[in-house]
């Protein structure tokens, strides 16, 4: 049974500072990782996906992956009121090529303070 | 980028009746549709993979013959709560994803709010 851990939250974060996203998995078969972001009532974004382990960087957004703790994780940058929603981590089979349906976590929902 | 819609986004039945959702990609071809469900304050749950012209490939506990998936083109696929129950009651998601597509190419839909009185 895959599972992708996360925790629910609230994170409460200062307007500016860094937000910092966790997760963890259970499948070491996976190959792909994503962060998506959605806010209440509506259907989830893709923010970013990693395949690879290290940093990956857009933006104001770094994904972290660390395949031997089975860790993914999401900074993000001079965090703005807009950023506040519902992160989601998912998993998936597959790195590049070949699609396939994603195992999704709870969702960590954050709060950036004005 | 690529759109993927749905219809309807917001529906409301009586216990009993058949409620069918559409999902289509506006602007690609998707070989690959993927069916979600959502409870409230839950993760998406991923309930089928449709690929265009075959039969639906559903995940473990979700009853194929309670939810039927038709990918009959490679713009559309419709799923169809049959005999729905408040239990139904959910938010369910179609994502896609086109030809050479990838999980990082899966495009999902704006979802369809489903209330079950």
């Known amino acids: 049974q895959k599972e992708v851990e996360q925790n629910s939250g609230p994170l409460s974060v200062p307007e500016g500072a860094i937000a910092s996203l966790n997760c963890t998995y259970s499948?070491?078969?996976?190959?792909?990782f994503f962060w998506y972001r959605q806010y209440s009532g509506k259907s989830p974004e893709l923010i970013m996906f990693i395949y690879s382990n290290g940093d990956k960087e857009d933006g104001r957004f770094t994904a972290q992956l660390n395949k031997a703790s089975q860790y993914v994780s999401l900074l993000i940058r001079d965090s703005q009121p807009s950023d506040s929603a519902t992160y989601l981590c998912a998993q998936g089979k597959y790195s590049g090529g070949g699609a396939d349906g994603l195992t999704f976590g709870k969702g960590t929902h954050l709060i950036i303070q004005p | 980028g690529a759109v993927v819609s749905q219809h309807p986004s917001w529906v409301i039945c009586k216990s009993g009746t058949s409620v069918k959702i559409e999902c289509r990609s506006l602007d690609f071809q998707a070989t690959t549709m993927f069916w979600y469900r959502q409870f409230p304050k839950q993760s998406l749950m991923l309930m089928a993979t449709?690929?265009?012209?075959?039969?639906?490939?559903?995940e473990q506990g979700v009853e194929k013959d309670k939810f039927l998936i038709n990918h009959a083109s490679l713009t559309l696929s419709t799923l169809t709560v049959t005999s729905a129950h408040p239990e139904d009651s959910s938010f369910y998601i179609c994502?896609?994803?086109?030809?050479?597509?990838?999980?990082?190419?899966?495009?999902f839909g704006p979802g369809t709010r489903l209330t079950v009185l």
């Open positions: 994502s896609a994803t086109g030809l050479a597509g990838s999980s990082d190419t899966q495009y």
């Open positions: 449709s690929n265009e012209g075959s039969k639906a490939t559903y």
């Open positions: 499948d070491r078969g996976s190959q792909s």
